[in-house]
């Protein structure tokens, strides 16, 4: 059995390949000792026959990955490794990755299926789903129901900044002027995907792409890319745990642990 664990600074995803069948967790992240710990509980409540099963391999990624592993022993590895390595087994014939997290987002391209260039957004939240959750907040609306409008706007406003907060205050001021909502969000989702593709600096975008993390979650998100790209990007199952998954490939198996033992680490 792996253990796989992507330790973002928004939310935790757990991945536990068990007999080559995988089991996927995850939830926001409120301290890492004490998500790890509900995350393993949640995994062992639903599954009481794992607890005893032997966890020959443990990888870690996220921002929180050498934390994690201050009580976790397990291989590290970072997130742009983690999707390199996921993505190229899910779909060899890949030629770029985009994802789009809570708190950051990232652009990796590939050549002859070896990284030639990443570049990686933790300066700005101009490019990353908390600008999205934030805008959610302040129109009253689910995730769901911005991603409905978006896809039904016709006539997306122009929300030029590549800053969150004056982005929000310019999406706020089309609001007060009476602009349908619908053409708003879809602004603001225009205007994410360009601020995110603006971190490859004039390089060229090569398909296959394919499209991961929370971000991908929303069709919206996908239409955006595809009008600034001018071609298909592809989504892969369960996106929000490619990382998590990737971690679990570069994973060492040189462990002899239970996962009731790995649950009373994240305790002390």
């Known amino acids: 059995m792996i253990l796989a664990a992507d330790i973002g600074n928004g939310n935790i995803k757990l991945f536990l390949n068990s007999n080559h069948t995988p089991y996927r967790l995850y ?3 409120l301290g890492i000792k004490r998500t790890l710990k509900e995350l393993i509980e949640k995994l062992i409540h639903n599954r009481p026959d794992l607890k005893d099963i032997t966890v ?10 050498h934390y994690a592993n201050s009580f976790l022993p397990g291989t590290v590895k970072t997130e742009i490794l983690c ?18 997290g809570k708190e950051d987002s990232k652009i990796i391209i590939l050549r002859d299926k070896i990284i030639d260039y990443f570049s990686l957004n933790t300066i700005c939240s101009g490019g990353v789903g ?14 769901e129901e911005f991603d409905s409008l978006a896809l039904q706007s016709e006539k997306p406003v122009n929300i030029g900044s590549k800053c969150a907060v004056f982005g929000l205050s310019s999406a706020l ?13 879809a602004g603001v989702i225009k205007a994410v995907a360009r601020n995110c593709l603006s971190m490859v600096k004039g390089r060229q975008i090569p398909s296959p792409c394919i499209f991961t993390g ?33 971690a679990s490939l570069y994973a060492k198996e040189d462990k002899t642990l239970s996962l009731g033992e790995i649950l009373s680490m994240c305790y002390t």
């Open 27 to 29: 939830q926001p992240n």
């Open 56 to 65: 020959k391999a443990i990888g870690l990624t996220g921002a929180g990955r």
């Open 83 to 100: 999707q390199y390595k996921a993505i190229l087994e899910l779909n060899p014939e890949a030629n770029s990755i985009l994802e789009i």
């Open 130 to 143: 908390n600008y999205i959750e934030n805008i959610c907040f302040r129109f009253n609306l689910t995730l």
């Open 173 to 185: 001021n089309y609001l007060q002027k009476g602009e349908d909502i619908k053409n708003i969000v």
């Open 214 to 246: 929370g971000g991908a979650l929303l069709k919206s998100f996908k239409k955006a890319f595809e009008e600034e790209l001018g071609f298909e990007v592809i989504i892969p199952e369960n996106p929000i745990f490619t990382g998590a998954y990737g």
